[in-house]
């Protein structure tokens, strides 16, 4: 393994441990919730814009990946 790919691996692990560990406060996992719902709400709202302005192949994905993020938030990130 070269010199780069370990000190990659080593900046990889050290993100991994800060993570875990932001993640076992309430405050970060509310706080990320709240910004990853908001982002897939502007996509849907985005939609809507698009959709106004004839793109609507465009507005048609934007809304179905905003309201999949959404219901994956919803079902899966129940902690």
């Known amino acids: ?3 780069l790919d370990q000190k ?3 900046a990889a692990n050290k993100i991994e441990v ?3 560990e932001a993640w076992k406060k309430r405050s970060f996992r509310i706080v990320s919730k709240s910004i990853s719902a ?6 849907m709202i985005g939609a809507a ?3 106004e302005k004839g ?6 994905c934007l809304f179905g990946l905003g ?3 959404l219901v994956c938030d919803l079902l899966f990130n129940r902690k």
């Open 18 to 20: 800060v993570a875990n």
């Open 8 to 10: 990659i691996e080593n």
């Open 38 to 43: 908001t982002a897939e709400i502007r996509l």
């Open 55 to 60: 793109y609507k192949s465009a507005a048609t």
């Open 49 to 51: 814009h698009l959709s």
């Open 1 to 3: 393994m070269s010199k």
């Open 67 to 69: 309201a999949a993020g």
